[in-house]
């Protein structure tokens, strides 16, 4: 599982890179898990539903919504869990990825990023996605860790690095 | 999601319907959420990638773990999350399930029936596991539901039981 | 502090036992921990407040309520968290107890006793406040306890045993 | 009650800003509501232990911890409240705030930030205490606020910001 945080709401040249980061993970058969709603989440997980129509594979995509009606979450969630923590299930989100890719985003996605730094995640910022990702690719939140979020130029940059990072190789041919 | 809802340590016989309930839900291609430890939780995983292994279908086993590590999971689920709650957790299970099963228990499975009575889950409690599931099998737990936690007999009984009550058909030939 | 758990609406002669309690608790000079919100929240805060104005002393009153708007306790909380947590809060007002006292109640007291009981905490039980509270006096929830949920008859009652299993002696002339 | 955020563990000067933080609120006849462990939040309870100490007044000082075990807290918290939510008891604190002062902090204040910013809370942050709190004085975490982290130089003036921002008058003479 990895885990794509960003903006609720967020101009339609993000949305397509959350997209796009959608369709590299479903190419590299992982399974996505988001807090379920619009904006970024959405985008992101429409991009693997849409991966796995067109490459196959077996990737998933986990909502984990604030609030606790299931029917809240976006068309594309295969698995909700209404968790009823209101942005509380932010932190749930981050917890739930080996890894983290942050794309855009405001303090709602400055809070997962600083749960993830806690955590010890690995997480990559997508460097040309404005907001919070952009601002804080290539820095480290404090003096805990010695690694960086590491700022990606692209979607297949953010995927590539993630598996690296997750010790995971696609399968050959994909 | 169906979600089951027992004792993380049970007799044998006991796990033995869990898991049978497991291969059911996988018969009618239904998936599980269950909090993803042992005992009853990891029966009726079990009994689920059983199921579809023989018999196909794409049912999931999903688990809400009450700690922060994914690997405390038991071998059979799916999808972990790690939601760091303790047994604050059995609220998430109940909630994410649209219906409730529960096999046996204890006090941890009591907490997760008051909720599921609460949220107005249909319930079904198999009348002879034992524990909980059989002492409120065909009760009710206060005045503001009208309905009775049903008693059912066997895990097939179950299954045929959730199905009508979520509005669900299996798929003919299944 | 002590938890006081029960219906948030409750018949006349059930919220009267619960401001009595509430009295008991300031005279003993303990302070009061509930869900924060009506019935047998406010009836027990309301009794605290009662009692420490006509007897002095500084027990507090803390409600952990489920919204997210400290406006939605009742007016006798001193000190309000609100959870954003929903009926999830019902793990935090037995975790915050020393100990707990049930005062009738449905579901909603029953996740709470059942919640209590796993945590260990010394339980006791109105036996004449109906609900759940008079279900449960005396008995155990299973078999991971070998004491007993305590069925006492009177606030007071209910009070002097709970100093006694904390181990808490009034001040003198109390 | 006021929400004060920082770090576990801080360099003397800072803890010594905290816990004159600490006494200015119980100057005001605030209380403070921390996340009950040591560092910031150990100092600046201190502070206002010794400020209604010297001064008088009934400030009390709430606890919020991560763990399960009251015992976890520092000793100069009234009101422990274990949470048993690990980090995400980060919420619970702000969201008990009226308002709520950095003093330093790293990733986990900055959690704590972030979320303050969401629910819409007045923040203050000591832009002489480093850390997040001094890198994050004087900015805007995303465009849905119009106001400012507002950066303070002193606790005296941290705690007069806060009193403004409440519409809360201290009682003449203190």
Redesign the interface.
């Known amino acids: ?1 990895v885990a794509v945080i960003g903006g609720g709401s967020a101009a339609p040249s993000v949305l397509e890179q959350a997209r796009a980061l959608g369709r590299e993970l479903a190419r590299a058969r992982l ?1 996505l898990v988001t807090g379920g709603l619009g904006g970024v989440m959405r985008a992101a997980s429409r991009g693997v539903c849409e991966g796995r129509a067109e490459l196959g594979g ?1 990737s ?1 995509v ?1 909502g ?1 919504i604030p609030g ?1 009606e ?1 029917a809240q979450a976006n068309p594309f969630v ?11 299930r932010n ?2 989100v981050v ?2 990825g ?1 890894a983290v890719v942050a794309v855009g985003g ?3 996605t ?2 997962e990023l ?2 993830a ?3 010890g995640k690995p997480i990559a910022a997508l460097s040309q996605s404005g ?2 990702a952009a601002r804080l690719a290539g820095t480290a ?4 860790r010695r690694d960086l979020i590491e700022g990606v130029s692209t979607p297949a940059e953010a995927v590539a690095w993630v598996c690296q990072r997750m010790g995971y190789s696609p399968l050959p041919g994909e």
Chains 1, 2, 3, 4 share one sequence.
């Open positions: 599982l399974s077996d998933l986990l984990l606790t299931a295969d698995v909700v869990v209404p968790t009823g923590l209101g942005i509380g932190l749930l917890r739930s080996e405001g303090s709602g400055l809070s600083a749960f730094w806690q955590l907001g919070v939140l404090d003096e805990r």
